[in-house]
């Protein structure tokens, strides 16, 4: 099972740039599509990038454009370039392995090692 950890988060004002950690160990890391999750005050998580163990990148609609998604294989380790940062991007990121269809971000459905995520706060 993988297991990964977030770090990077902070407070902001709007417009400003972040950039997202995440060390994940415990399987081969380049075999693993691994993705951005976030979680608002009193919404549901959603999906808000992936990146293929191919590749392949994959950004929701809200972030397209404004946010990056990479990883280093290497270094076992996986970022998120966040700028022109809004205060609706405001919310707990985790990382987790995932699955994506054009713009649509899941996490893989054997996933259960959630890390403790990295706050982000964007002020207006």
């Known amino acids: 099972q993988v297991q990964v950890v977030e770090s990077g988060g902070g407070s902001v004002q709007a417009g400003g740039s972040l950039r997202l950690s995440c060390t994940a160990s415990g399987v081969p890391f380049d075999r693993y599509s691994l993705g951005w999750f976030r979680e608002a005050p009193d919404k549901e998580r959603e999906g808000v990038s992936c990146?293929?163990?191919?590749?392949?990148?994959y950004y929701a609609d809200s972030v397209k454009g404004r946010f990056t998604i990479s990883r280093e294989n290497a270094d076992n380790k996986m970022y998120l370039q966040m700028n022109n940062l809004k205060p609706e991007d405001t919310a707990i990121y985790y990382c987790a392995p995932c699955v994506s269809v054009a713009t649509i971000i899941v996490p893989a459905s054997d996933f259960r090692s959630w890390g403790q995520g990295t706050q982000v706060t964007v002020s207006s």
């Open positions: 990146v293929s163990f191919s590749g392949n990148l």
